[in-house]
């Protein structure tokens, strides 16, 4: 079953930019499309971004418009999250996932899958 492994977490200062990684162990992405979403503590996990497919440009949730981009190294096999302007309201765990190119344009996490284990990541202000 392939695994996706997310690293880059850590603590920041507000403005700050970090790159997230998810390295996949085989090529999932070659048959989908890789996203991610988050989870603060006491809250449900939300969308943050999913990659384009064919014409569309990548999703994003509003609160990252802007500042967050989703990008891929397919040598590697690796999905990056490049956030820019980092917030306080940024802190969460961060989920790599994928979802298939049919579902392209739900940002439902039950439309997504199969997920990392995540990365933490603290924005203090």
């Known amino acids: 079953q392939v695994q996706l492994v997310e690293s880059g977490g850590g603590f920041v200062q507000a403005g700050d930019s970090v790159r997230l990684s998810c390295a996949a162990s085989g090529r999932i992405f070659d048959d989908s499309l890789p996203g991610w979403f988050r989870q603060a503590p006491g809250k449900e996990r939300e969308f943050v971004a999913v990659e384009g497919w064919r014409d569309s440009s990548p999703l994003y949730a509003d609160s990252v418009k802007g500042r967050f981009t989703i990008s891929r190294d397919d040598a590697k096999n690796t999905v990056y999250l490049q956030m820019n302007s980092l917030k306080p309201e940024d802190t969460a765990l961060y989920f790599c996932?994928?979802?298939?190119?049919?579902?392209?344009?739900?940002?439902?996490?039950?439309?997504?899958?199969?997920w990392g284990q995540g990365t933490q990541f603290i924005v203090s202000s």
């Open positions: 996932t994928t979802t298939s190119f049919s579902t392209f344009g739900s940002t439902a996490a039950r439309g997504f899958g199969p």
